[in-house]
């Protein structure tokens, strides 16, 4: 069985803050787990995944994860937020031994003030 | 390339009425190809999912319906639509493999009244 968990249903930062938005996951297995941002009226677009090679993994845009076995966890973060990085930030985890369809967050919207 | 396109982008339905929307596949074969939908200030919810033609699972059983009469063609139906059918629509895809990446497209608005 795989679950995510997306700490924080709204996460609130000034432009130029770290922006940290929080994913745990649950799987029996090695796990692949991927980013997606959603800006406003559109589709889902790949932000970064893991699939198992290093840990840190870097993106589009500026974002990064980073894959701690330890602690179940592939948070993402920005160094630098920018009002461009306003959207709906999703997290989905998928079992390398298990079924081939994604268990997806339930969403973080991140609000960058100016 | 592979791309992804779903249409209408946009429509209003009365209730009662039948639905139809459309995704197509373009620069690969055999993809598996999905239907999210999200409803307002929801997460993301897989409707229904084929891995090959005439092959369709559906994980919420309501009163939608999806159909692939072509390899990469993927229809969302239904015969007479509800208010809470009301939502976001997403398509999407990915090739065969579990650490392969999902891509989404455009996405409907639906807004049954």
């Not at chain 1, 920018?82 to 079992?95: L, N, P």
Request: hydrophobic share 35%; proline share 5%.
């Amino acid at each position: 069985a795989q679950s995510v968990t997306q700490l924080g249903s709204h996460v609130s930062v000034s432009e130029g803050a770290l922006v940290l938005l929080r994913c745990n996951y649950s799987s029996s297995v090695p796990p692949y787990l991927f980013w997606y941002v959603q800006y406003p009226n559109q589709g889902l677009q790949l932000l970064l995944k893991y699939t198992s090679a290093a840990t840190l993994v870097k993106g589009i845009n500026g974002f990064e994860a980073e894959f701690k076995k330890s602690e179940t966890s592939f948070h993402l973060t920005k160094p630098s937020a920018h009002m461009s990085d306003a959207a709906e930030y999703f997290c989905a985890v998928r079992s390398s031994g298990g079924s081939y369809i994604p268990t997806f967050g339930r969403g973080t919207s991140l609000i960058v003030h100016p | 390339s592979q791309t992804i396109h779903q249409w209408p982008a946009t429509l209003v339905q009365p209730v009662g009425s039948p639905l139809s929307l459309e995704c197509t596949v373009e620069g690969t074969s055999n993809p598996n190809l999905y239907w999210y939908r999200q409803a307002a200030g929801r997460g993301l919810q897989l409707l229904f999912y084929s891995v090959g033609i005439g092959q369709i699972s559906s994980e919420v059983p309501q009163n939608l319906s999806a159909s692939r009469p072509q390899d990469r063609q993927f229809i969302l139906s239904s015969k007479k639509l509800l208010l809470s059918d009301s939502g976001f629509y997403l398509c999407a895809w990915s090739v065969s493999g579990v650490g392969n990446t999902i891509y989404f497209g455009e996405g409907s608005w639906l807004t049954v009244v």
